[in-house]
């Protein structure tokens, strides 16, 4: 049997919430500064229907972080603020919804 997606109505396989979800999205990235100097970089604007737990992982792999998701930012350890552009276009996101502070 074939799995229907509850927002389309299209096979799971032929889908594409995910897709416009990355599209229509406007992305901020900055870095905060906290206790004893720490810099983390912080990923809001992502939706829940972009799999912001799938894209958390594949962004602590590549940068070599740790990090978390949270109530619908990415938190990631360390100053990733100029890598974070080229890598959230690698995912699908368009590079003119992606805004550095």
Do not use: W
Not at 8 to 16: A, E, I, N, Q, T
């Amino acid at each position: 049997m074939i799995d229907v997606c509850n927002q389309c109505g299209l096979p799971k396989d032929l889908c594409v919430c995910e897709t416009i979800a990355r599209e229509q999205q406007k992305i901020m990235v900055k870095i905060e500064k906290r206790k004893f100097g720490k810099k983390y970089t912080i990923i809001t604007g992502i939706k829940k229907e972009a799999n912001i737990d799938e894209i958390t992982k594949k962004l602590k792999n590549k940068f070599a972080c740790g990090g978390t998701s949270k109530s619908g930012y990415i938190e990631l350890q360390g100053d990733h603020k100029l890598r974070a552009k080229a890598a959230l276009a690698e995912l699908g996101f368009p590079e003119e919804t992606v805004e550095v502070e």
